[in-house]
């Protein structure tokens, strides 16, 4: 698919997304930066990790994104003794009524939709949790020998509680290097909390329009690429991310002081593909280093390890992240 970056692809998308945007508010209150990222995610072909406490319309929200664009949405509820074949597809013996011979056929498991949301999913054992990294790196599923193609756009939204450790099994590092985003939800304000109760208490529901189909994701995933970025913007990127290693000659002493290990060559890859992204919603032909700083957080935070000092000290991954951003880099 050959997209050409002009002011009016541009300008497509950026309307496109206001047009999103709105439409997903008529359910969702607030939360209009997750919604921005969430789409960003999907139009650079990424994924996003979704952590709020219980209550906080994750679910709702995903699942409203995916009927405004016209997605096959699929739920997955992750529980201890949820089996890779659960979320993959498994095999069964199928017989012919007329021959009477017996053949196995795939039944393809909830993993082949458009949007998949992998609720809570560290409550599954990493065995489990496995089964969805080909799936997200290349979009395909292999089982019994033969490999099954997933439909695009293919998006994975996954949640965490973060107050409910009892029974819980954190993500191995690998799992959650394949999120181009770790996006935090708090609680409403006041304002938006009355709001919340006044909808949702009354008998009226609002109705929802498509704004965009399967094929305006692809497109906008082709436009993301095509995007000239300037060497100056790459260099920035390049640089946040290697001074997050406390071992590279480059990390500031207090990297080396509150980190164990940094991030790897995907994130510097998620900031530029982010910040092209972020330029063309707002309508512009070339990120910036604003833009690259706008998603910093977001990329990163989950790709940073804290040592004992930093947990000591009440130093947290997003405190690094932002003490380096404030720094010359």
Not at 229 to 250: C, Q, S
Request: charged share 20%; net charge negative; with cysteine.
């Amino acid at each position: 698919m050959e997209i050409k970056t002009s002011p009016e692809t541009v300008e497509e998308l950026h309307a496109g997304y206001k047009s999103l945007s709105s439409e997903v508010g008529k359910v969702i209150v607030g939360q209009e930066h997750i919604v921005r990222q969430i789409f960003i995610s999907m139009i650079c072909r990424g994924h996003a990790l979704l952590v709020g406490v219980p209550g906080l319309a994750k679910t709702l929200l995903i699942h409203t994104i995916a009927d405004v664009i016209d997605l096959e949405f699929s739920r997955i509820q992750f529980t201890p003794d949820l089996m890779p074949s659960d979320i993959t597809g498994t095999e069964i013996i199928e017989e012919d009524a007329t021959t009477g011979r017996r053949q196995f056929k795939f039944v393809k498991g909830p993993v082949f939709a458009n949007v998949v949301l992998a609720d809570e999913i560290n409550r599954t054992p990493p065995k489990t949790q496995a089964a969805l990294l080909e799936a997200m790196q290349e979009h395909r599923v292999t089982a019994a020998g033969h490999t099954y193609s997933l439909p695009e756009p293919f998006f994975v939204l996954a949640t965490q509680n973060p107050i409910e450790q009892e029974g819980t099994y954190p993500l191995p590092e690998a799992q959650l290097d394949r999120f181009m985003f770790n996006l935090w939800l708090d609680y409403p304000s006041f304002s938006e909390e009355m709001d919340v109760v006044r909808r949702t208490t009354s008998a009226s529901k609002p109705s929802l329009s498509n704004v965009m189909a399967a094929s305006d994701i692809q497109r906008y995933q082709h436009l993301v690429r095509q995007i000239p970025v300037a060497d100056n913007v790459i260099e920035y990127a390049v640089k946040l991310v290697t001074k997050t290693r406390p071992k590279g000659e480059n990390a500031p002493s207090f990297v080396k002081e509150y980190l164990n290990y940094g991030a790897g060559p995907r994130a510097s890859q998620f900031l530029i593909l982010g910040a092209k992204a972020t330029a063309a919603l707002e309508g512009r032909l070339t990120p910036s280093i604003k833009d690259v700083n706008d998603i910093a957080v977001s990329v990163l935070r989950h790709r940073i390890v804290t040592n004992f000092s930093a947990e000591a000290e009440g130093v947290s991954p997003v405190d690094v992240i932002n003490r380096l951003m404030s720094t010359e880099v």
